[in-house]
């Protein structure tokens, strides 16, 4: 008995306790006092977790409300369609029913998971510093595609993590039949994966090292695609800043498609800085304006034989080939779009001449030779360029202030070169050169690269890749799809049924 009463009155003095603390508590809240000493701040960390959480659903939601909103807009734009055609209320029925089903579809394949174990990967077309890129068959369906894979440990030790985070940014976002397409990304613990469109004609590089040069009539259809595409990613203020006849890609029908987002950059309010641009500026170091090494006088056909001999290795040394790099980028100057206008100048003139325009048997030549573009840009007499041409070249590869296209795309669209170009046209004509292609799986058009012992692959659930997200941008924690396939497949069958009902 004496131990009940013991416990009941240590129950009583300890009730007595907390409603002291609960008064004490009350009365400092009234007071307007500061909440107790004991109550940890959140970390960083956990800070960064709540305002990606908090990104995640925001965008969530507003995908959600924007795929509605785009539902309802292709739902009136066939209702338009139909009542323009005068088709029978039973046709019109019939025809809306049929998008519905399709619009039900899309929205299921967008919320379809994909991994590394639902493709077959087939022959390799790239190679690069963090990955490859391979031929891939989508297992079920038996799509091909192309797979880009790239190693996290090697991204964050290089530091790329938010060039990657840019380039995937600006496949989905960028909605342009002038740009290669990303259908879905995903990772495991050791890759991130990028499956894209294939397009199985091979580069411009490829095309420039077996023609060597290409007609006036050929270079402006492949740079007319080249300003659309150019113009696209401009319009969403990215900047690629990796223009160059390697990035310049060939569909099977000979058209032109801008690929290689690895230095893209979302603009902001601030200039981009030199040191943001990649490792491979980093050779050009202090430019001096003398000691410059004479390169030795040669042909223009010699010229062009050094450079396709050295063409490949420079495509996939560390360092790169500086040739299509700005002066504004190599002199550690602030630069923005204008930067993209200047490598397709450089592009441009590889085309016509076979060279680019500061070609040296050394980067820091050609880097001294670019950041005194005035006294270096010359054209040989042997490559017969007509006088609009040269024109165009001296307008982009100059200063910023003299630039064409500093103030938009318009600029370079209305250049005399480009007369008689139908710009809404030109991926409705045929192209300047058809690609040999015997079949979906055809790589021909692509170098050939050595295989290595292929190691045990790592399973395809969700790694490591979490943490290397710190940021409110978490685009890679989940799985996303490019709607233009889908969605521009859905405006032909539409317009391919209504022709069937009239």
């Not at 390799?124 to 595609?145: A, L």
């Amino acid at each position: 008995m004496e131990t009940i009463r013991r416990w009941f009155s240590k129950f009583k003095s300890n009730d007595k306790m907390k409603s002291a603390k609960n008064k004490e508590t009350t009365g400092m809240a009234k007071e307007g006092s500061k909440p107790p000493t004991n109550v940890e701040a959140p970390s960083n960390i956990t800070k960064q977790k709540v305002e990606a959480a908090k990104q995640y659903i925001e965008n969530h939601y507003k995908k959600q409300m924007q795929g509605l909103q785009e539902r309802k807009e292709r739902r009136n734009m066939l209702e338009k369609k139909l009542a323009d055609a005068e088709v029978s209320e039973e046709e019109q029925s019939n025809l809306l029913k049929y998008l519905e089903k399709k619009e039900t579809e899309y929205m299921r394949l967008q919320r379809l998971k994909m991994g590394a174990d639902d493709f077959e990967p087939l022959t390799m077309i790239g190679m690069g510093e963090f990955g490859e890129v391979r031929v891939c068959r989508e297992k079920v369906t038996g799509h091909v595609y192309a797979m880009k894979k790239l190693k996290k440990s090697e991204m964050l030790h290089r530091g790329q993590v938010e060039h990657v985070k840019a380039e995937r940014n600006l496949l989905a976002e960028v909605d342009s039949n002038c740009i290669v397409k990303l259908y879905c990304s995903f990772q495991d613990e050791e890759y991130l994966y990028l499956i894209m469109e294939y397009l199985p004609g091979g580069d411009i590089m490829t095309l420039l090292l077996r023609k060597e040069i290409l007609t006036e009539d050929e270079a402006k259809f492949y740079v007319g695609e080249t300003v659309l595409a150019i113009e696209s990613i401009h319009k969403h203020n990215y900047v690629h800043r990796d223009i160059k006849p390697d990035s310049l890609l060939l569909d099977r029908n000979g058209h032109m498609k801008l690929s290689n987002f690895g230095l893209c950059k979302l603009l902001d309010c601030s200039d981009l800085q030199e040191n943001d641009f990649s490792v491979r500026s980093n050779r050009s170091g202090a430019l001096h304006n003398d000691g410059r090494p004479l390169a030795p006088k040669r042909t223009q056909q010699e010229q062009l034989q050094h450079w396709q001999k050295n063409r490949r290795m420079l495509a996939y040394s560390i360092v790169g080939t500086p040739d299509f790099i700005a002066p504004e980028v190599l002199l550690k100057k602030g630069y923005g779009l204008e930067c993209d206008w200047w490598s397709l100048g450089a592009t441009m003139y590889e085309m016509l001449v076979g060279y680019p325009p500061f070609y040296s048997d050394d980067p820091i030549s050609t880097c001294r030779k670019i950041v005194n573009w005035s006294t270096h840009l010359k054209f040989p007499e042997e490559a017969k360029l007509s006088a609009e041409a040269k024109d165009l070249l001296c307008r982009l590869l100059c200063n910023v202030e003299q630039r064409l296209g500093t103030e938009g795309a318009h600029e370079i669209k209305a250049h005399p070169w480009f007369k008689g170009i139908e710009w809404d046209k030109l991926y409705q004509m045929k192209a300047a050169f058809i690609p040999e292609v015997n079949d979906e799986l055809d790589t021909q058009n692509f170098e050939e690269f050595e295989e290595v012992d292929k190691q045990t692959e790592p399973s395809s659930k969700p790694g490591p890749w979490r943490k290397m997200l710190e940021s409110i941008d978490v685009n890679f924690v989940g799985y996303t799809y490019n709607n233009f396939e889908i969605v521009n497949d859905l405006k032909h069958l539409e317009i391919a049924e209504l022709k069937k009902s009239t």
